[in-house]
């Protein structure tokens, strides 16, 4: 159902990475040609342009005419297509200021900008395509790479590695075959491994409480995290019946669970241990995800109340939701705009570029980071998790070079130079 009108002015006056659930996509390098560039807007309202003609395809006589396509994907149900856009996707700040500016252009009954300009589009940190119908507008990003050095182009290609897409299923195909054969890129949905999730959230909880005591610590994770939801998922051969346990964390009792399992994981250090609990210990980190002290509070408070062993194979970990983010491992992400913590100076002006952001946007600013990391290739996303398992057992964490598993599209359907080489 689409939502209503003033939801959906809400919804646009947010930041587009925020409040939004997306559909996670890998992408590989997209052809633009030598010496080109796509962060610009010379570019850009060519190829919303050539979009909106495709989408706008199916009419006679001004009347749109719905194909079986459109019926299946529900767009006979939300009007039809106003307009296409493509521009720069700003910082938050930046793009914040453009947004109010149109909204006082409206309320003075001016002419809106028709979207959030970047002065700087070299600056930008992807591509947001809008498609707007009568009733709603879907959104997708195509986001660069975290290392500034990878975005510029190299040899015709630019890496925007990390597709986010909020549309229906005709629409995102549609969108995606433009994507294919314009650009020569490859492009699939991101599983994300079960073993990431408990990661991400590991990694979350300690970028927001990095150098902080107690008293800090609980009152930033109450403040940021809030509560939250593990989802456990099951396979048949450890229950036929039971397919997924959701279990719920209140923030009050959160804190606790973290000094908890940060004192189990020191008693667990080889200091302390006989020969017999090492080697007991050293085959229970074999079974497990990348455990940190949530995950060894959580899992050990399992097993004592619930008889619940979830380092077991055919357990894993479905589904993480906090008051920062939603992340499921079918490949789903959403989340929340940031919110200030105990460690958050009020005085920060964020205009000022050379303050420190808040710890709650560095969080998830290396969230993001990791998501797109992995989305360069199919081993990064379980590469995450065996660095830091590595690095507790002592062993060297070697270097991991991106590749593609999958082969190449054919450049040379846009450079025609490629077909002679060897």
């Known amino acids: 159902m689409a939502p209503s009108g003033r939801e959906e002015k809400r919804r646009l006056s947010t930041y587009p990475l925020y409040g939004t659930t997306f559909v996670i996509h890998r992408a590989s390098p997209l052809y633009i040609g030598v010496n080109n560039t796509l962060l610009n807007h010379v570019h850009l309202p060519e190829h919303a342009r050539r979009l909106r003609d495709i989408l706008k395809g199916h009419v006679l006589r001004g009347v749109h005419i719905y194909s079986e396509t459109d019926r299946d994907g529900g767009l006979e149900k939300v009007g039809g297509l106003r307009d296409c856009r493509w521009t720069v996707l700003d910082n938050e700040q930046a793009w914040a200021e453009v947004r109010k500016q149109q909204l006082v252009d409206e309320e003075i009954g001016g002419t809106p900008r028709a979207g959030p300009v970047v002065a700087d589009a070299s600056k930008g940190k992807g591509i947001l395509v809008e498609i707007e119908y009568e009733k709603i507008t879907y959104q997708a990003m195509l986001l660069c790479d975290p290392q500034p050095a990878a975005t ?60 902080q005591d107690r008293l800090q610590r609980s009152e930033t994770i109450k403040s940021i995290v809030g509560d939250v939801q593990i989802t456990f998922k099951f396979s048949e051969s450890v229950t036929p019946t039971l397919k997924t346990f959701d279990f719920d964390i209140t923030k009050a009792d959160l804190p606790l669970f973290l000094s908890t399992g940060q004192k189990l994981l020191e008693k667990s250090q080889p200091s302390a241990l006989t020969a017999g609990q090492k080697r007991k210990r050293d085959t229970i980190e074999m079974s497990r995800h990348d455990y940190g002290p949530f995950l060894t509070a959580l899992s050990s408070f399992l097993t ?19 008051g920062a983010f939603v992340l499921g491992a079918e490949g789903k992400i959403k989340l929340f705009p940031p919110a200030r913590g105990a460690r958050d100076d009020v005085n920060n002006d964020e205009n000022d570029e050379e303050v420190s952001p808040s710890i709650s946007r560095t969080a998830m600013r290396n969230l993001m980071i990791l998501i797109t990391e992995g989305a360069k290739s199919r081993r990064a996303l379980r590469e995450v998790s065996r660095n830091r398992r590595n690095e507790r057992q002592g062993v060297e964490s070697g270097t991991f070079e991106h590749v593609d598993v999958d082969l190449p599209p054919p450049y040379e359907l846009h450079d025609p130079s490629r077909a002679t080489m060897v």
């Open 152 to 211: 510029e182009p190299e040899d015709g290609f630019m890496h925007l590695p990390l597709l986010l897409t909020r549309m229906p299923g005709a629409l995102r195909t549609t969108f995606l075959e433009y994507l294919s054969t314009t650009f020569d890129t490859r492009i699939s949905q991101m599983k994300l491994p079960t073993e990431f999730l408990p990661t991400v959230l590991e990694r979350f909880f300690a970028d927001l409480t990095a150098d």
């Open 304 to 322: 004592s109340h619930l008889g619940l062993d979830i380092s077991q194979p055919g357990i894993s970990i479905w589904k993480v939701a906090c």
